[in-house]
């Protein structure tokens, strides 16, 4: 019998994740939970608000990794295994050489053409070492998730660091973009526009305004043909990864929503608080780590990230 906490729309959803449980709630009592990355046996966890980033495993729970995250949000890994971070407070990207270390850092991008970035949000990195974030103003437009400033830049841009460091405006038409995750063989990227909510405190949601993923092909540093792959509702769609196989798994107010490599909903892990982020990983690489709201939870699955089974083809150490 299918839990309350699983809808399945496509009876593909019960082959995708054990729909007879519940959720397992892991780790609670945070403020603001997002940027899951499993790094090292562990994963790894921000506390905006709280400024902290936090670790967890099945031996030891949840512990403090970095006292002072600078209100990271966003993480994911690079070709070496290597954390990379969205800073909000530092208005920046990093790449952490010790998770645990605020100062063992690389600055990957902080301003374009310039000018200060406003609050890098979510960051994925290409086979070809290419490192592509979202710069939406949460960090800048409260002090609830950083620091009040104006926007230096003007507009809230999709951003591609080269790897010869070079930064590029690839897409500048978006209200507040935030996920972003390619497809399986990185002919197509996926970037979520959260633009329906106000800021971090989520005072309301206007859904006359973007709460949708969008859809590029990619060529190189250049997008293009960009349409809207799926509109997310309840809520909006904040961070998401796509799977092996092109299933798209989102963020939502109800949780998370799992979408075929063509934009139907197939199915729905229900959660009471809205959800912001989520990953693949533990030791089979296929448990869902999902951060909601002052909470994580764990899902079993069948599912795996498609950034690990195209690095695992390219030689990369996940
Ligand atoms: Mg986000």
Redesign the pocket.
């Known amino acids: 019998m299918t839990s309350p906490r699983f809808i399945s729309v496509d009876p593909l959803f019960g082959t995708f994740v054990d729909t007879t449980g519940a959720p397992e709630q892991i780790a609670d009592g945070y403020v603001w939970t997002?940027g899951p990355v499993w790094l090292d046996g562990q994963l790894f966890f921000n506390d905006i608000p709280n400024k902290r980033m936090m670790r967890w495993s099945e031996a030891t729970g949840a512990q403090v990794a970095l006292e002072n995250s600078e209100f990271a949000?966003?993480n994911t890994l690079d070709l070496s295994g290597r954390m990379v971070s969205c800073e909000h407070g530092g208005r920046r990207v990093i790449r952490r050489h010790d998770p645990t270390d605020p100062g063992a850092v690389d600055v990957i991008a902080g301003h374009f053409e310039g000018r200060r970035l406003n609050s890098p949000?979510?960051v994925v990195v290409c086979s070809d070492g290419s490192v592509w974030f979202t710069d939406p103003p949460y960090g800048i437009n409260s002090d609830i998730e950083g620091y009040p400033a104006q926007s230096e830049i003007g507009g809230c841009y999709v951003y591609c660091a080269a790897p010869d460091g070079t930064l590029h405006a690839v897409a500048t038409d978006f209200d507040k973009p935030?996920?972003l995750a390619f497809s399986p063989d990185e002919s197509r990227l996926y970037v979520a526009d959260s633009g329906a909510i106000k800021g971090a405190s989520f005072p309301g949601i206007d859904y006359d305004l973007p709460h949708h993923i969008r859809v590029f092909d990619v060529d190189g540093l250049t997008l293009s043909n960009g349409r809207v792959f799926a509109v997310i509702a309840p809520g909006v769609p904040?961070?998401f990864r796509v799977d092996h196989e092109g299933f798209v798994w989102t963020s939502a107010l109800d949780g998370v929503h799992c979408l075929s490599p063509e934009g139907a909903l197939i199915g729905k892990i229900r959660l009471p608080q809205q959800t912001?982020?989520l990953c693949f990983g533990g030791t089979d690489g296929q448990t869902m780590f999902i951060t909601s709201s002052d909470r994580v939870y764990r899902v079993h699955t069948t599912r795996r990230d498609a950034a690990h089974v195209l690095a695992g083809r390219k030689g990369k150490q996940l």
């Open positions: 997002e949000n966003g949000n979510d935030n996920g904040d961070g912001s982020n």
